[in-house]
């Protein structure tokens, strides 16, 4: 049984769902609990995967104690009703944990996909840490990005033989959208002249960065975007209230600034692409972006994601105004600076994850 309910989780779990679906020793089930919607829905039209099941909780303004109440009643019924012999679940979201918790209960083993992120801050990320940190206690298998991910929980007390490095899924999806996308679909996106100056990719969500440090992101950007008429920013706003008031109230009407509703994914692989660095506090665009070439500059004071910073593919510089103009105009204009971030190898695999994790399930059935 696959457990997800976020955009991240259905993109890095989809080429392992995909792959399942070829095994004829597996019958599978499919458990959305729509925690998000509308991104969500985009990436299961693009890899064309139908939930049998899906709680559809998003609700406006809620909670995470609404989500979770909502996600533990709803997966009690559900695999009461399946019974299945493995639960996989992805990443750190509120739907990883719930979706472990439930397993538990009914005494079922978890597989969990990226496996061993740590920040040591159980309030940056907030509440991923946790999440994580709670999942990795529950789970039987533990599908770790890297050596780095797996000595992470070797010091927790995992035992070794439950840990598998696979590399992270997320470059299969990108690859994997990328062998068939090389325009945009968006009228939006396609309006935009790549080839005429350097374009700044912006995304920002993290609940960490609501109110103050919202604003000093967007204040840099916009003092940035006023200074360098030669460039352009494109902002993807996320859907939360939260973080798109912020961000118009400082960013709109700016000439060379691109508030852009939510892009579907098959676009943001070809935006990543086609944009000379990225600015984000998210954690999978620093996976996905080393492997196209493009430097990222990390939004947050910590990154779970220890193996890109000494990689040397992302840099942090926070939610200082000051510190991101800085690393910024580095990244315009210092073509020595650029290249050594975009010319380092991607620690994060290679895109065959999603095939050492279907093999590795395959023997655990097997023992």
């Known amino acids: 049984m696959f457990i997800f309910g976020t955009r991240p989780e259905a993109i890095k779990l989809s080429p392992v769902i995909k792959l399942a679906e070829k095994e004829d020793d597996f019958d599978k089930?499919?458990?959305?609990?729509?925690?998000?919607?509308?991104?969500?829905?985009?990436?299961?039209?693009?890899?064309?995967?139908?939930p049998n099941y899906d709680l559809n909780l998003m609700t406006k303004n809620q909670t995470l104690f609404d989500i979770s109440s909502r996600a533990l009643h709803g997966l009690q019924k559900i695999i009461e009703a399946e019974k299945p012999?493995?639960?996989?679940v992805q990443g750190d979201t509120t739907t990883t944990f719930v979706g472990s918790l439930s397993a538990f209960y009914h005494k079922i083993p978890i597989a969990h996909v990226e496996a061993g992120l740590r920040s040591y801050n159980k309030y940056a990320p907030f509440p991923e840490?946790?999440?994580?940190?709670?999942?990795?206690?529950?789970?039987?298998?533990?599908?770790?990005?890297?050596?780095?991910?797996?000595?992470?929980?070797?010091r927790e007390g995992i035992p070794e033989e439950q840990i598998y490095v696979t590399g992270n899924t997320v470059i299969d999806a990108l690859f994997e959208v990328l062998k068939t996308t090389?325009?945009?679909?968006?009228?939006?996106?396609?309006?935009?002249?790549?080839?005429?100056?350097?374009?700044?990719?912006?995304?920002?969500?993290?609940?960490?960065?609501?109110?103050?440090?919202?604003?000093?992101?967007?204040?840099?950007?916009?003092?940035i975007a006023e200074a360098r008429p030669d460039i352009k920013i494109v902002y993807s706003l996320h859907k939360n209230p939260v973080v798109r008031t912020v961000v118009k109230s400082i960013l709109d009407g700016v000439k060379n600034v691109f508030l852009l509703e939510p892009i579907t994914y098959?676009?943001?692989?070809?935006?990543?692409?086609?944009?000379?660095?990225?600015?984000?506090?998210?954690?999978?665009?620093?996976?996905?972006?080393?492997?196209?070439?493009?430097?990222?500059?990390?939004?947050?004071?910590?990154?779970?994601?220890?193996?890109?910073v000494e990689a040397g593919t992302v840099k942090i510089v926070g939610t200082d105004t000051n510190k991101?103009?800085?690393?910024?105009?580095?990244?315009?204009?210092?073509?020595?600076?650029?290249?050594?971030?975009?010319?380092?190898?991607?620690?994060?695999?290679?895109?065959?994850?999603?095939?050492?994790?279907?093999?590795?399930?395959?023997?655990?059935?097997?023992?």
């Not at 998000?36 to 990436?43: K, V």
């Not at 940190?133 to 039987?140: G, N, Y």
């Not at 939006?188 to 440090?213: C, M, P, Q």
């Not at 944009?275 to 779970?304: F, H, M, N, Y």
């Open 85 to 88: 012999d493995l639960v996989l």
């Open 324 to 367: 991101i103009i800085e690393y910024t105009y580095r990244l315009l204009d210092d073509e020595n600076f650029y290249q050594d971030m975009a010319r380092k190898i991607n620690p994060y695999g290679d895109g065959q994850s999603s095939k050492r994790i279907i093999q590795i399930i395959k023997e655990f059935f097997n023992k």
């Open 182 to 223: 090389s325009e945009f679909k968006s009228s939006a996106l396609r309006k935009i002249d790549f080839d005429e100056s350097k374009v700044i990719l912006v995304t920002t969500h993290r609940r960490e960065n609501w109110g103050n440090n919202l604003i000093k992101i967007s204040t840099a950007l916009k003092k």
């Open 266 to 308: 098959s676009d943001f692989c070809v935006l990543m692409k086609k944009s000379w660095c990225i600015l984000t506090d998210s954690g999978g665009i620093q996976e996905e972006a080393p492997s196209l070439g493009k430097p990222v500059l990390v939004l947050r004071e910590v990154t779970e994601r220890g193996e890109a």
């Open 129 to 154: 840490e946790m999440n994580r940190v709670l999942t990795s206690k529950l789970a039987d298998l533990h599908f770790a990005p890297t050596e780095n991910n797996k000595n992470n929980l070797l």
């Open 29 to 50: 089930v499919i458990v959305s609990t729509g925690q998000h919607r509308e991104m969500l829905d985009d990436i299961l039209r693009l890899f064309d995967i139908e």
